[in-house]
């Protein structure tokens, strides 16, 4: 897989860098409502190391990252119970976009506008690299996956329904 052309910094990158955190940068063409399916196929990357960074929140409208597998979806349910909250839900957009200052199709979990608890599907962990947004719609970057729990105190969860099930 080639990188693609050079995208400017975000703050997720500059993030990553002022940590010192290696990551590497790929560029695709966003197509909207594309997701993660549409990146996989343009960067030739399995769907199943990309991680979605949805915003949701609880019944309170506590806001929290869950990253999950492009291939799967977030049982809300689930993650609710673990959590130990009534109910979690994805946020509306325009929600999303305030919480963490990054347009729907572009959030990374680096560097959101207001700090989250991140939670990550704990099977995401068992590869050794995973590609997440970069910060912006139609830029994707990878790095090891252990940087999320290090850097941002992800804790692993089981909240994974199989979209093909």
């Known amino acids: 897989m080639a990188k693609h052309k050079h995208v400017s910094e975000t703050p997720a990158t500059l993030w990553l860098k002022q940590h010192k955190v290696a990551f590497a940068a790929y560029s695709y063409d966003y197509a909207d409502h594309g997701g993660a399916a549409e990146a996989a196929r343009q960067l030739n990357v399995n769907l199943h190391i990309i991680a979605k960074t949805l915003v949701m929140e609880d019944e309170a409208a506590k806001p929290l990252l869950v990253l999950m597998h492009g291939d799967r979806e977030v ?4 993650l609710a119970r673990q959590l130990g909250v009534k109910k979690i839900q ?11 200052g990054y347009l729907v199709g572009g959030t990374s979990p680096f560097a959101t506008r207001k700090h989250m608890p991140v939670y990550i599907e704990a099977s995401l962990l068992d590869h050794p690299t995973i590609y997440l947004n970069g910060g912006r719609r139609g830029y994707m970057i990878s790095l090891a996956s252990e940087v999320l729990v290090d850097m941002l105190q992800a804790t692993a969860v089981h909240a994974a329904l199989d979209k093909t099930a």
């Open 75 to 78: 049982s809300t349910k689930n």
């Open 90 to 100: 994805a946020c509306q957009p325009e929600t999303a976009q305030r919480h963490s």
